[in-house]
Nanobody
């Protein structure tokens, strides 16, 4: 089992910034990718940003240039720095971790989600 604990969500005005954190613990062994997804009311969950253990990154077009994902492998923690926030960034943000247990079994875990609300 892998546990993901998120923090850093909240309410911010448009143009403001927030930093999300997600700490992983448990049977991590080999965690390939950590990422952030979000889900707004009435919409499907979508990828926001992801980062591999080698620190290759991938961003949704809607957040490029505003959000930065980073990772501390020693702490098994991923961060999402969100700048120039817009009301359309309002959603529940979920942390995701993909990896394997070292015995051929792969895993794909989700955090409990943290609310980000951007007021206009």
């Amino acid at each position: 089992q892998v546990q993901l604990v998120e923090s850093g969500g909240g309410l911010v005005q448009a143009g403001g910034s927030l930093r999300l954190s997600c700490a992983a613990s448990g049977s991590i062994f080999n965690m390939y990718t950590m990422g952030w997804y979000r889900q707004a009311p009435g919409k499907q969950r979508e990828l926001v940003a992801a980062i591999t253990s080698g620190r290759s990154t991938n961003y949704a077009d809607s957040v490029k240039g505003r959000f930065t994902i980073s990772r501390d492998n020693a702490k098994n923690t991923v961060y999402l720095q969100m700048n120039s926030l817009k009301p359309e960034d309002t959603a529940v943000y979920y942390c995701n971790a993909k990896g394997d247990y070292g015995d051929g079994r792969v895993y794909d875990y989700w955090g409990q989600g943290t609310q980000v609300t951007v007021s206009s």
